[in-house]
């Protein structure tokens, strides 16, 4: 084959887009791309084990770094297993471009092999911007709307590429009807919202005895101006999940994270506000936030449709956090001292103290909790964190303070397991200076994590600092979903969907060539850390960790999910240590919050 493909076009637009990696698989709908990507040389192509996971990098590309992450498969069964890292995206709002093959045209609606309508597959993920090339014109002008509508609606885009299109010689664009010359030239709006909507807020939130800040993934790029407002006029700040790594978890006005896995500090402020500021976040946990009525709410959102969907908002601040807190914070009456700043930062002392001790709590073989305090003493300040889906999550939102300028990401709104290697991969990937530590659950490694060591093994001797930590949460349990069949159904425990085949997760990793080691002792923690962190290659920390640590939303309504948690556990045979340990934490918590 001789001359200049469609497929190179492809490849040579891609590179006008600064695309520098594309993760995925290969597979007879798309070998003419891949042919083009060869002859470049200039676009790395990253070969995941499982499309699936490609997406997750894909998706991890776009969290840490800012850019377009694109992702490639064939058609068929490559492009369905696409789907769930283009959910992903969808749902934490991160711009990704898809790259599906497909049959030739002219097989088409003929139920030919791996033929599957992928309009209509991709119809919902892809909402956006979805198309099918079908002439080599279409080429530039495709990719060209694919990026610019993931850049704007933060979303995913798919491009479709039938395989007889992407050998087809590559088009010159005349000028004419009907054929299109566009750019691959995007930026970003700074818009700022009406001044008399900033006076609204800036009455309702002076007029506010007990203000408190909600701070989503929105306010990445304002972290001075929440700190600087929340300082001004003595507001609690919880953030979200995605939030959490936009604060100084330090400050004094720092609650937490919010929600079912959040702080009990948290917890607490939420339920006593009379005004809530929300910054950038469009967290789902509702039950989490101050009661209809209760608090007066102001919300900042790029996204004016975003405004209101989760809380009754009175005033509306459409725009860019930045933009739009410089231009609150003039009008905010200051208020260094206050009744109610006294009493969030007591809360956030009472929830320091509490975490603390969470940690030492005894537990059979070693406390979970423990696990991540202890790498919170210790955790690199040039890291990269990707955290899984499970009960990781609720000790990395509780127990791990996040230096400034380390990002974390997870699969936040569709929580989906199996995201945290492929998002450490991408991580690395796009700063192979920094070192990566990774928290999963050994369901997550199960369904999803030890394939992809398969690739941590192929890709790390070219890093220039290997450290590549994934800490393994064993427990021989789905933790997760144990606690909320207790909790949410008050059904005990189910032991055939719950219980997790036993694995050796650090022997694995040592039979792929990386280094390994398993923790059954809690005096070993500290030591084992500072091994995983100094090593000259990809380290699996493995701790056999108690599944009955529990997973107990904070109070108040904590109280009565607790109970509900007991009712399930007298329901199942030798529970006298998970009722212990839940009996424990339950008051812990209310003794900490009484009298705040």
Not at 42 to 64: L, S
Not at 451 to 480: G, H, K, M, Q, Y
Not at 522 to 532: E, G, Q, S, T, V
Request: negative net charge; contains cysteine.
């Amino acid at each position: 084959m001789s001359g200049k493909l469609v497929a190179d076009v492809v490849v040579e637009r891609l590179r006008a887009w600064n695309v520098q990696r594309i993760f995925g698989y290969s597979g007879d709908g798309i070998n003419t791309v891949l042919g083009a990507l060869r002859r470049s040389g200039e676009i790395d192509f990253v070969q995941a084990r499982h499309e699936e996971n490609a997406a997750f990098m894909a998706v991890g590309h776009a969290k840490y770094t800012g850019e377009v992450g694109v992702m490639l498969s064939t058609q068929g069964p490559g492009a369905v297993h696409l789907l769930n890292g283009l959910y992903d995206a969808k749902m934490d709002g991160v711009p990704v471009v898809a790259i599906v093959g497909q049959q030739s045209r002219s097989v088409l609606g003929s139920a030919y092999m791996q033929e599957i309508d992928l309009l209509n597959l991709t119809r919902d993920v892809a909402s956006s911007f979805r198309q099918q090339i079908n002439s080599p014109e279409q080429v530039p002008l495709v990719l060209d709307r694919a990026f610019k509508s993931a850049l704007a609606t933060r979303s995913p885009a798919v491009v479709i590429l039938p395989h007889d299109v992407q050998k087809e010689p590559a088009p010159e664009l005349d000028q004419e009807h009907g054929i299109l010359s566009t750019a691959p030239v995007w930026r970003p709006a700074h818009a700022a919202p009406a001044a008399d909507d900033v006076a609204a807020a800036a009455r309702l939130l002076n007029e506010a005895q007990r203000p408190a800040l909600l701070v989503g993934q929105g306010a990445r790029h304002a972290q001075e101006q929440v700190q600087a407002l929340a300082e001004k006029i003595g507001a609690g700040i919880t953030t979200s999940l995605q939030g959490k790594p936009y604060i100084d978890e330090s400050h004094p006005l720092a609650a937490g994270t919010m929600g079912h896995l959040g702080t009990a500090s948290s917890g607490w402020m939420l339920d006593n506000c009379d005004a809530l500021l929300i910054i950038g976040s469009n967290d789902p946990w509702t039950e989490f936030y101050p009661a209809p009525g209760q608090a007066r709410a102001v919300q900042i959102d790029v996204n004016p449709a975003a405004i209101g969907n989760r809380y009754p908002v009175e005033v509306a601040l459409p725009g860019d956090a930045a933009a739009a807190l410089d231009a609150l914070l003039p009008q905010l009456e200051e208020r260094p001292e206050s009744p109610w700043r006294a009493r969030v930062e007591e809360a956030v002392r009472r929830w320091h103290r509490l975490a603390a001790e969470r940690a030492q709590v005894p537990a059979r073989p070693v406390n979970p909790e423990q696990v991540v305090a202890e790498l919170s003493a210790r955790l690199p300040e040039n890291a990269q964190v990707a955290v899984d889906v499970g009960s990781c999550v609720y000790w990395y939102a509780r127990q791990l303070r996040l230096p400034a300028g380390v990002p974390a990401h997870l699969s936040s709104t569709l929580a989906s397991m199996g995201c945290s290697v492929p998002y450490g991969i991408a991580a690395k990937l796009a700063a192979p200076d920094r070192p990566v530590v990774a928290l999963s659950g050994d369901g997550a490694m199960q369904m999803a994590g030890l394939t992809e060591l398969i690739t941590l093994s192929r890709l790390w001797p070219d890093w220039a600092d290997p450290r590549f930590v994934v800490c393994v949460f064993n427990n021989r349990e789905l933790t997760e979903v144990t606690w909320e069949q207790r909790e949410m159904e008050g059904d005990p425990r189910y032991p055939e969907s719950q219980a997790l085949p036993d694995f050796r997760y650090a022997a694995y990793a040592e039979l792929l060539g990386l280094a390994g080691r398993t923790v059954e002792d809690p005096a070993d923690l500290a030591a084992a850390w500072d091994d995983a962190l100094d090593a000259d290659r990809p380290f699996i920390l493995e701790v056999l960790t108690d599944p009955e640590i529990p997973l107990l939303p904070p109070f108040p309504g904590g109280a009565a999910q607790g109970e509900s948690m007991l009712e399930a556990l007298a329901q199942e045979p030798d529970t006298g240590h998970a009722v212990e340990l839940l009996r424990t934490y339950l008051d812990q918590e209310q003794g900490l919050m009484d009298g705040i």
